[in-house]
């Protein structure tokens, strides 16, 4: 078998390079969309230092000064501290029962 060109694999290479690109841009946007939203449905009482992916797929490790909690991606639904909680309606859900919350 001939070994691939010079040419071929600087391509092939330039290409990969440019999709990784591509898939950065999405997750800071993504990020950044998130950090938005969580803003906007808690009328900005929780500030978002950071918003990183976590092993469940769809779910965001989203810091808050020194608060940690678990978004969705689209920023209205959150575990904090262990509860499922509605951020833009400031909802939150303990098994059947659920309650109208305060952010601080």
Known sequence: MKAPSYNFV?????HGVGHLRRQQRLRRRNRD?????ITANTEGKVTVTSV??????????????QEI??????GQYAFVDGRLMD?????GYHGAASRQVEFD
């Open 10 to 14: 600087q391509k092939a290479m330039a």
């Open 33 to 37: 969309k998130i950090k938005a939203a």
């Open 52 to 65: 990183a992916k976590s092993p469940v797929p769809g779910i965001y490790e989203i810091v808050s000064g």
């Open 69 to 74: 909690f678990y978004s969705d991606s689209t």
């Open 87 to 91: 951020l833009k309606n400031a909802y």
